[in-house]
């Protein structure tokens, strides 16, 4: 059962516009939210998060936003630039029981950013 | 060398060879993990290690089979895998085991025929 979902495995946008990336999770108890970016043959790269007990967290051209009643984030790059063409994985966890510290992953949106 | 490294990068093994992946933080984190990642999956957590202690094993086939000698190095030892177990094992390091950001290594690209 995949606690995180992000629907959408592929995203095209013009450079200088803005990416959206969305996640959905399932289980009530995450209470910590993190975006990792994945260039080919490289490791993840972390690259926001956002705690529950806020709705936004701002980074530069990256801003993560929280819904948590929808269980619901996103990730907003603005203006996207080409470099950003990568797979974005979203993660979530949990500060407390017995799933302490352990992340749960989305299958990851490939953004592609064209000129 | 800085971050998590891993060897080999990348692996051919049959059904019956013994081999092991290998992984180093240079960080100075108490925590490692190892995840697998297979196409069109989500990464898996396999493994946790917190200061060199198990602490998780999350239903894993006794085939992999980790050991972490201090909390810089991680080891998986494989034997006797199946091709379903191709796929891309990442290992990750954080400070300690409660939330916050890990840090990933290139990750190793295990094909078994």
């Known amino acids: 059962d995949q606690q995180v979902k992000q629907n959408s495995p592929s995203l095209s946008v013009q450079e200088g516009r803005i990416s959206i990336l969305n996640c959905d999770y399932t289980?009530?108890?995450?209470?910590?939210f993190l975006w990792y970016k994945k260039y080919p043959a490289e490791g993840p790269t972390f690259l926001i998060s956002?705690?529950?007990?806020?709705d936004k967290n701002e980074d530069g051209r990256f801003t993560v936003f929280l819904n948590k009643s929808a269980k619901h984030l996103s990730l907003h790059i603005v203006p996207s630039q080409p470099g950003d063409s990568a797979v974005y994985f979203c993660?979530?966890?949990?500060?407390?029981?017995?799933?302490?510290?352990?992340?749960?992953f989305g299958r990851g949106t490939q953004l592609t950013v064209w000129p | 060398e800085t971050g998590v490294t891993q060897t080999p990068r990348h692996l051919v093994m049959g059904m019956t060879n013994k081999k092991s992946l290998k992984c180093e933080q240079h960080?100075?984190?108490?925590?490692m993990y190892w995840y697998k990642q297979s196409a069109k999956k989500p990464l898996e957590l396999m493994f946790v290690?917190?200061?060199?202690?198990?602490?998780e094993n999350n239903s894993v086939p006794s085939r992999f089979s980790p050991e972490c000698p201090n909390s810089s190095h991680l080891f998986l030892h494989l034997h006797t895998l199946q091709p379903e177990d191709s796929a891309l094992y990442l290992c990750?390091?954080?400070?300690?085991?409660?939330?916050?950001?890990?840090?990933f290594g290139p990750g190793t690209r295990l094909t078994v025929l």
């Open positions: 990750a390091s954080s400070p300690r085991t409660s939330l916050g950001e890990q840090f």
């Open positions: 289980n009530s108890m995450f209470d910590y």
């Open positions: 956002i705690s529950s007990i806020k």
């Open positions: 993660a979530a966890g949990s500060d407390r029981g017995s799933t302490l510290g352990r992340l749960y």
């Open positions: 960080l100075g984190h108490n925590a």
């Open positions: 290690y917190n200061f060199k202690e198990q602490t």
